[in-house]
């Protein structure tokens, strides 16, 4: 049996039944098109607490006769609630006419209403309709054992999930894509649906439905596909080893309806036991790669002969040149923002992953080592380019976009990249993360929100991390700021920090209040303090770039103490 050759048994088919050929239809064209999935005399006024939905409730109104119009009101809504497919109505009969409450109710809640003769037997109707009902699910029953079967199949063959996913999108028409929890692509049989970004802010439960595992409607867009909008079926199945992984089916091609749903479900209990194996493995090799990684930015390798073995197995050019670049995220959200964001750690490291995908995007195949808190990439060059600051210009441009990329679809976050030199040999990568780090960090202590930094835009930085000796360092600070150094009050840092943001903004009071968020006169008399306690002349350019220099020397000693 085909998969399109289910037809949902709906009003306009009841309405050919011989009981129905003097019934008198009240409702919208639309209505006719209403599926019918079971059907039910009323014979309580409770009756909406005893049905799923989609029913045919067929009433002579006998059960409602003793309730007042509000009561009535109230009782139609409930049924309108559980979204009956159709009120099938006997009158004259308890009342000459259908009265106008449960007429307005209907009209209101688009239930389409049928009347029909008194004379007409309710059992004339059930029985058509049962029988109909009951040969869907003869039929639906059928259809789920060949799928079952099907899927039982490639489960027992050892397959592996590309091909349970490839059947599951020949069998439904849409492409379809597993990610891990995190929601970084699993497996996929459609490149262009890998990256996504969210449309609604709610997922909705697709209710009604007689199945293992959840199943939710969304809408989403695809950069891949020209900004598209499409519709995603998502379903969470949580693996025997408590794995959480996303199945998800993009809408791209048709619609997805009931019958998809039941191979959907057989794809998803085929999936949950072949990915134990596979994430199993996939962990492994991921730690195994990481391990490297971690060992090479730290310095830990110092010989070619202990890195050949590790680096076949993760797929790892030993002969490239490579420049580390760190992206981390920030939250720039109002604080009476963040406060509503209980999920805030799981919102981020999403977050994280879509920027990780963003940098597959651009950079297709890239070595990727994702942490909580950051991604490091290993950014392999052209080894053929002598000139690495065309290269490093490259990476920067490259940057832009991912950035960009990454900004359009979501908001509230600050994207800051730190981009190392370029590293002649593997073996070096653990200066090229340093100086990314490096860039990194003085990014953010210069209060940016998004910045993309190399370390040869540092300036003066650069000489000052030369340096391996801090004390002699610390000779080079001018005494004027060594006195604010010692000053043994607990405002020392607040004062060192004032002065700081004033001269980074050219030493406008105005803007530094605004970057610390204090008043205009707060800062004027901390400038005055640091005049008392150190005696500089802040007019003094000359004082003020030595100052300057000062507390950067400051910066780099605190951060390698």
């Given at each position: 049996?085909?998969?399109?050759?289910?037809?949902?048994?709906?009003?306009?088919?009841?309405?050919?039944?011989?009981?129905?050929?003097?019934?008198?239809?009240?409702?919208?064209?639309?209505?006719?098109?209403?599926?019918?999935?079971?059907?039910?005399?009323?014979?309580?006024?409770?009756?909406?607490?005893?049905?799923?939905?989609?029913?045919?409730?067929?009433?002579?109104?006998?059960?409602?006769?003793?309730?007042?119009?509000?009561?009535?009101?109230?009782?139609?809504?409930?049924?309108?609630?559980?979204?009956?497919?159709?009120?099938?109505?006997?009158?004259?009969?308890?009342?000459?006419?259908?009265?106008?409450?449960?007429?307005?109710?209907?009209?209101?809640?688009?239930?389409?209403?049928?009347?029909?003769?008194?004379?007409?037997?309710?059992?004339?109707?059930?029985?058509?309709?049962?029988?109909?009902?009951?040969?869907?699910?003869?039929?639906?029953?059928?259809?789920?054992?060949?799928?079952?079967?099907?899927?039982?199949?490639?489960?027992?063959?050892?397959?592996?999930?590309?091909?349970?996913?490839?059947?599951?999108?020949?069998?439904?028409?849409?492409?379809?894509?597993?990610?891990?929890?995190?929601?970084?692509?699993?497996?996929?049989?459609?490149?262009?649906?890998?990256?996504?970004?969210?449309?609604?802010?709610?997922?909705?439960?697709?209710?009604?439905?007689?199945?293992?595992?959840?199943?939710?409607?969304?809408?989403?867009?695809?950069?891949?596909?020209?900004?598209?909008?499409?519709?995603?079926?998502?379903?969470?199945?949580?693996?025997?080893?408590?794995?959480?992984?996303?199945?998800?089916?993009?809408?791209?091609?048709?619609?997805?309806?009931?019958?998809?749903?039941?191979?959907?479900?057989?794809?998803?209990?085929?999936?949950?036991?072949?990915?134990?194996?596979?994430?199993?493995?996939?962990?492994?090799?991921?730690?195994?790669?990481?391990?490297?990684?971690?060992?090479?930015?730290?310095?830990?390798?110092?010989?070619?002969?202990?890195?050949?073995?590790?680096?076949?197995?993760?797929?790892?050019?030993?002969?490239?040149?490579?420049?580390?670049?760190?992206?981390?995220?920030?939250?720039?959200?109002?604080?009476?923002?963040?406060?509503?964001?209980?999920?805030?750690?799981?919102?981020?490291?999403?977050?994280?992953?879509?920027?990780?995908?963003?940098?597959?995007?651009?950079?297709?195949?890239?070595?990727?080592?994702?942490?909580?808190?950051?991604?490091?990439?290993?950014?392999?060059?052209?080894?053929?380019?002598?000139?690495?600051?065309?290269?490093?210009?490259?990476?920067?441009?490259?940057?832009?976009?991912?950035?960009?990329?990454?900004?359009?679809?979501?908001?509230?976050?600050?994207?800051?990249?730190?981009?190392?030199?370029?590293?002649?040999?593997?073996?070096?990568?653990?200066?090229?993360?340093?100086?990314?780090?490096?860039?990194?960090?003085?990014?953010?202590?210069?209060?940016?929100?998004?910045?993309?930094?190399?370390?040869?835009?540092?300036?003066?930085?650069?000489?000052l991390y030369k340096f391996n000796d801090l004390n002699q360092l610390k000779g080079f600070i001018p005494s004027s700021l060594q006195k604010l150094l010692e000053y043994g009050k607990t405002?020392?840092?607040?004062?060192?920090?004032?002065?700081?943001?004033?001269?980074?903004?050219?030493?406008?009071?105005?803007?530094?209040?605004?970057?610390?968020?204090?008043?205009?006169?707060?800062?004027?008399?901390?400038?005055?303090?640091?005049?008392?306690?150190?005696?500089?002349?802040?007019?003094?350019?000359?004082?003020?770039?030595?100052?300057?220099?000062?507390?950067?020397?400051?910066?780099?000693?605190?951060?390698?103490?």
């Open positions: 049996m085909k998969r399109g050759d289910h037809v949902d048994y709906t009003i306009k088919d009841l309405l050919k039944v011989d009981a129905c050929k003097d019934a008198v239809f009240i409702g919208d064209r639309e209505d006719l098109a209403n599926k019918i999935s079971g059907i039910t005399v009323i014979d309580s006024p409770d009756i909406s607490s005893w049905i799923k939905g989609g029913e045919l409730i067929l009433t002579s109104f006998y059960p409602i006769k003793g309730l007042s119009e509000k009561e009535k009101g109230t009782w139609m809504n409930e049924l309108a609630d559980k979204e009956i497919s159709a009120l099938i109505v006997k009158v004259p009969k308890v009342f000459n006419e259908i009265p106008d409450i449960v007429l307005e109710v209907c009209k209101k809640r688009s239930i389409p209403i049928i009347k029909i003769p008194k004379d007409i037997a309710f059992i004339e109707i059930t029985y058509p309709v049962m029988g109909q009902l009951f040969n869907q699910q003869a039929e639906k029953l059928k259809y789920f054992k060949e799928i079952h079967s099907r899927f039982t199949e490639l489960s027992l063959q050892n397959v592996g999930s590309d091909k349970i996913i490839k059947t599951l999108e020949e069998l439904i028409g849409n492409p379809v894509t597993i990610y891990n929890e995190s929601f970084q692509k699993i497996a996929s049989t459609n490149d262009d649906v890998e990256l996504f970004y969210d449309l609604d802010k709610e997922e909705i439960e697709e209710k009604n439905m007689d199945t293992k595992f959840p199943f939710y409607r969304r809408k989403v867009i695809f950069p891949k596909l020209q900004e598209r909008e499409c519709e995603q079926i998502l379903v969470p199945i949580r693996t025997v080893n408590h794995t959480k992984i996303y199945l998800i089916v993009s809408a791209v091609n048709k619609e997805v309806l009931e019958y998809d749903f039941i191979t959907i479900e057989n794809a998803a209990t085929a999936l949950s036991l072949e990915l134990v194996k596979q994430i199993a493995v996939s962990e492994v090799e991921k730690k195994f790669k990481n391990d490297l990684i971690d060992d090479l930015i730290s310095g830990k390798i110092k010989s070619m002969n202990t890195i050949y073995d590790r680096a076949t197995t993760t797929k790892f050019d030993t002969e490239a040149k490579y420049a580390v670049v760190i992206f981390n995220l920030k939250s720039i959200k109002p604080a009476k923002h963040k406060e509503k964001d209980l999920d805030n750690h799981q919102k981020m490291q999403k977050h994280y992953a879509l920027l990780a995908n963003s940098i597959d995007f651009y950079l297709n195949g890239a070595i990727i080592r994702d942490r909580v808190d950051e991604i490091i990439v290993l950014w392999k060059v052209n080894e053929k380019k002598e000139d690495h600051n065309a290269e490093i210009n490259k990476i920067k441009e490259t940057s832009k976009h991912i950035l960009g990329k990454f900004k359009s679809n979501v908001k509230g976050y600050a994207v800051q990249i730190g981009i190392g030199n370029i590293s002649n040999s593997i073996l070096n990568l653990a200066q090229s993360y340093k100086e990314a780090q490096d860039t990194l960090n003085i990014g953010q202590a210069s209060n940016q929100e998004d910045f993309i930094i190399t370390f040869n835009d540092l300036g003066i930085y650069r000489m405002n020392k840092d607040t004062l060192l920090e004032t002065l700081n943001v004033f001269l980074q903004c050219k030493q406008n009071i105005a803007k530094s209040a605004q970057l610390l968020y204090v008043h205009y006169k707060t800062v004027t008399y901390r400038l005055e303090r640091i005049k008392e306690i150190t005696g500089m002349n802040l007019d003094d350019p000359e004082e003020m770039l030595s100052v300057q220099v000062g507390l950067r020397i400051i910066d780099v000693i605190e951060r390698n103490e």
